[in-house]
């Protein structure tokens, strides 16, 4: 068994900063991607950002400049650095890894349960 748990959300004021922690747990013989979504009331959930094993990152355009997605591989873990936000970052922030639980395993996608984020004043 996998387990994502995500920390870090809350209320913040517009302009502020918030960082989102994802700890990875359980069968875990190595993690590929690790990614942070995001879903809005009334909105399909949005892919965020993403780091890959080897540190290549990718930001969706609304987040560019403002977010950092980075990982500590020793702990299984990865990282939101969210500054300068804004209203309409607010949503539950989802992390999703790319895990094999085996060495045969060639990987699957596991979900954490999901963190506020509140922006407002």
């Known amino acids: 068994q996998v387990q994502l748990v995500e920390s870090g959300g809350g209320l913040v004021q517009p302009g502020g900063s918030l960082r989102l922690s994802c700890a990875a747990s359980?069968?875990?013989?190595?993690?590929?991607?690790m990614d942070w979504f995001r879903q809005a009331p009334g909105k399909l959930r949005e892919l965020v950002a993403t780091?890959?094993?080897?540190?290549?990152?990718y930001y969706t355009d609304s987040v560019k400049g403002r977010f950092t997605i980075s990982r500590d591989n020793a702990k299984n873990t990865v990282y939101l650095q969210m500054n300068s936000l804004k209203p309409e970052d607010t949503a539950v922030y989802y992390c999703?890894?790319?895990?094999?639980?085996?060495?045969?395993?060639?990987?699957?996608?596991?979900w954490g349960q999901g963190t506020q984020v509140n922006v407002s004043s």
């Open positions: 780091t890959s094993s080897g540190g290549a990152t």
């Open positions: 999703n890894a790319d895990i094999a639980t085996s060495l045969t395993d060639p990987g699957r996608r596991f």
């Open positions: 359980g069968s875990i013989f190595t993690i590929y991607a």
